[in-house]
């Protein structure tokens, strides 16, 4: 039946969204299908063909990314078993949640994507998988480990003090105060012994789109620079500026002592709805220490609230935030230009 095969001069993505809403129809709304002319008709045998049409033309995205989670969580003879068990979780997780893909009925409101983003939307599930196949711990033991870290990384920062000094309470209220509820305290103190002997699961995510193959990231520079425009346009000034000054990587904090001296960024501290009355409160203290600590405190209080709206806005686009960030550095630089 030529209805369900790929027609010559279609889009992945057009085929890819127009598969979806069949098997949505096959999966969820079998009375839809008795009222179209074509699927009221669709055999068993059929069904299977559209399938087969399904499975060869996502095969080279799948291959893709599991390619490139390979090649990050491997080492020396695992690779092939790390691509084996990426490229399996990856086929069974698309196909059974591709009949959401740019459906209206399930986007929320949201804009859609491109197939290949789609794809990568399971990435950092892959990656949990495969890293508990590897290490043995559960999927859901592998993802506290991941806030765990990234916990205690950003509470160390914050302190100035190695990691191993920070405690499992400290991290505890550090991801309350991200709004975790899990893992609890104990399991905190459970996994904190593990930490040093298993892979450094934060590290293996902030690299992904590093591992990328180059071709990919040209092809999809255009798109995500628009995504960024959009994004940058719904910031304030100064959320603005602190983005492209500082770049908002996920834990990565920069000199936040350095923004505090920018000449661009006091001026527009200074008539901030927001933050204008905390940075002249800051000002007027006698002490050189204290005020430091203020400006500190409060570029962090910037720095985490545009990161915050960069995650939401991209979100809303049908983005993974962290899919921008190997962009923005040559993006931000020529954006800067403007503030000149």
């Known amino acids: 039946m ?15 969204e127009r598969s979806g809403r069949v098997l ?3 999966m969820h709304h079998p009375e839809r299908m008795k009222e179209d002319p074509v699927l009221s008709q669709l055999s068993e045998n059929q069904k299977k063909e559209l399938d087969n049409e399904i499975c060869r ?25 790390c691509y084996d068990t990426a490229r399996s979780h990856l086929w069974l997780t698309v196909y059974e949640e591709l009949y959401k893909y740019n459906n ?21 599930d892959t990656i949990n998988k495969v890293l508990s196949e590897n290490t043995g711990l559960s999927p859901n033991t592998v993802k506290y480990m991941n806030r765990i870290r990234n916990a205690r990384k950003s509470v160390a920062w914050e302190q100035e003090v190695d990691e191993d000094r920070i405690s499992p309470e400290q991290i505890h209220a550090e991801l309350i105060r991200r709004g975790f509820d ?9 996994l904190m012994p593990h930490l040093k002997n298993n892979v450094a699961i934060d590290e293996v995510e902030e690299s992904q789109l590093r591992m990328e193959e ?33 770049k908002m990587a996920e834990n990565s904090h920069g000199d936040l002592d350095l923004l505090a001296s920018d000449s661009k960024i006091i001026a527009l ?29 409060l570029m962090k209080k910037i720095n985490d609230s545009a990161a915050s709206l960069f995650r939401k806005h991209a979100k809303e686009r049908g983005l993974e935030p962290e899919d921008l960030m190997d962009l923005v550095g040559d993006w931000a630089v020529k954006k800067l230009a403007e503030y000149e």
């Open 269 to 297: 501290c200074k008539t901030d709805e927001t933050y204008g009355k905390q940075y002249e409160a800051i000002m007027n203290l006698e002490d050189e220490e204290a005020i430091r600590k203020g400006l500190h405190t």
């Open 57 to 81: 033309a996502m095969e080279p995205e799948i291959n893709l990314l599991a390619r490139e989670i390979a090649g990050m969580l491997s080492a020396g003879g695992d690779r092939e078993d």
């Open 182 to 190: 899990e893992p609890s305290l104990p399991i905190i103190r459970d």
């Open 214 to 246: 180059k071709g990919y990231a040209v092809v999809e520079k255009a798109f995500f620079e628009e995504d960024l425009e959009v994004i940058l346009s719904k910031l304030s000034p100064l959320q603005a500026l602190f983005f492209l000054k500082h």
């Open 104 to 124: 209206p009925e399930y986007l929320k409101g949201r804009f859609g994507c491109r197939f290949r983003r789609f794809v990568r939307n399971y990435r950092k």
């Open 2 to 16: 030529k209805e369900l095969k790929m027609e010559p001069g279609e889009t992945l993505d057009a085929f890819m």
């Open 24 to 26: 949505d129809m096959i």
